[in-house]
């Protein structure tokens, strides 16, 4: 809780000093990176109480954890931080402000969790301050065949995909909000929120089918600024709507900015953010194909374009418009997509070194049943955050929790049943096909001389 509060604090404070505005996006970026701290101190104590059941005290068992779960956390966090350089690079507006939140929280993570957490927990385990640590497991240790599953998770993801598309390509251009496919867009300082359900009241009032909005708040200042996105023409006869049935807010209508969205700068929104994310992604593969193996960068990939398409599909099924906030939950879902199918990896080529004598798809379902307590705890908590935004948010922020609460179901799923399967089908099922392309150095078995599997 201590590593959290100072990571939350390092994030906000820089922000907040290089004049940045808290938008959802950036609540998006920051909601990754405490779920990836929180990741990495799971990790942590997963494997310090691996250690301490093998009668390691508490102190040898705290530093064998950290040293074991530490090719996790950088991976997982490089594979992101790419992600990140990539957003600021080509990215326009908010996706441009999630890339830089996220950077920065990155940051803060791995000085929070690798440093600051393991000097804490140092200084109490190193003077007998703490004694022992009783680990409780509330998620039982499973043997399960996962991979002999695939077959009935593949079919099931492709009749979801297919149904996804399907919605995709039956709404069109409905799909794509104001910012992706023109309109007003009106940012005015107030003195009082209106809630995102009475902008939509007097928006059908006036006859205006589409509306969304969302707050701003400046940090360091405090200066608060709401942006309405409106159909074409629309946005100054609302705002005057809005400050006419509510006087209270202190609209500063004078004092707002009304900016349409022309067609050719909404084709370069989709197009920056289409090229933000593939390259991202390739990015990705290109680290991971390195750090790994060619192998574990086409599953990583596959994995992450079937939690895109999917939560795509099933968020426009559910009558869902894509906007740039909507893109930031999308980066995120890929964020943490990566992050969960790269731990799962960085276990199978672990367990590839330590059980020379087992077949791949045994490895496979081994590194996935050890980290499956991980993998469950983390999804529950995340999933329990954006079902309670889900809940008691409103308007964008109702929409944005909705999106991630699907992209965690994917995410966690893939990471399981579609990269593990695809990794193998690259490999043929044979772990000498992935030994033998592996650009790491080489295990210190022979691999001619193996047992025959049980």
Not at 104 to 110: F, K, P, R, Y
Request: aromatic fraction near 8%; charge should be neutral.
């Amino acid at each position: 809780m201590v590593t959290l509060i100072l990571n939350v604090g390092m994030i906000l404070g820089v922000q907040a000093s290089i004049g940045a505005a808290l938008t959802l996006p950036g609540v998006a970026a920051l909601v990754l990176t405490i779920g990836m701290a929180v990741d990495a101190n799971i990790l942590i104590y997963e494997r310090m109480r691996e250690e301490k059941s093998k009668g390691k005290n508490l102190f040898n068992s705290l530093e064998a954890g950290h040293d074991r779960a530490l090719a996790s956390i950088l991976d997982s966090h490089v594979t992101s931080i790419i992600t990140a350089v990539i957003l600021m690079w080509l990215g326009t507006g908010p996706i441009k402000g999630f890339g830089v939140i996220l950077a920065i929280g990155l940051a803060a993570n791995l000085f929070c969790v690798l440093v600051f957490n393991h000097a804490l927990l140092e200084l109490v385990t190193g003077n007998n301050w703490l004694t022992d640590i009783k680990f409780r497991r509330l998620i039982p240790e499973v043997n399960l065949p996962f991979y002999s599953y695939r077959k009935i998770a593949i079919g099931c993801s492709l009749l979801v995909i297919a149904i996804g598309l399907g919605a995709v390509f039956y709404q069109g251009q409905n799909a794509l909000g104001t910012d992706f496919r023109g309109g007003d867009e009106v940012s005015v300082h107030f003195g009082q929120a209106v809630s995102q359900a009475n902008i939509e009241t007097v928006a059908k009032s006036l006859g205006i089918k589409e509306v969304s909005s969302t707050y701003e708040t400046e940090l360091g200042t405090g200066i608060q600024t709401l942006k309405i996105q409106t159909e074409k023409d629309q946005g100054k006869n609302l705002l005057a709507e809005l400050d006419k049935k509510y006087p209270s807010a202190h609209l500063q209508v004078a004092d707002a900015s009304v900016k349409q969205i022309g067609a050719t700068v909404s084709k370069n929104l989709q197009t920056n953010a289409l090229l933000a994310v593939a390259l991202s992604l390739l990015g990705v593969m290109i680290y991971v194909a390195f750090r790994f193996e060619v192998g574990y960068a086409v599953g990583a990939i596959v994995a992450t374009l079937h939690d895109i398409i999917i939560t795509v599909g099933v968020y426009v099924l559910f009558g869902g418009q894509f906007t740039s906030p909507m893109v930031a939950a999308v980066l995120m879902i890929i964020g943490y997509s990566l992050n969960d199918t790269v731990i799962v990896f960085d276990r199978v080529r672990e367990e590839l070194k330590l059980n020379p004598h087992l077949k791949l798809v045994q490895v496979l379902d081994l590194a996935v049943n050890k980290t499956f307590a991980r993998t469950t705890m983390t999804s529950m908590t995340t999933f329990l955050a954006a079902f309670a935004l889900f809940v008691f948010g409103a308007g964008v922020v109702h929409e944005f929790a909705l999106v991630f609460m699907i992209g965690i179901a994917t995410g966690t799923a893939s990471s399981i049943f579609i990269a593990n399967p695809v990794f193998c089908w690259w490999h043929k099922g044979d772990r000498h096909h992935v030994e033998a392309r592996e650009l790491a150095p080489k295990y210190d078995w022979d691999s001619s001389t193996r047992s025959p599997a049980p």
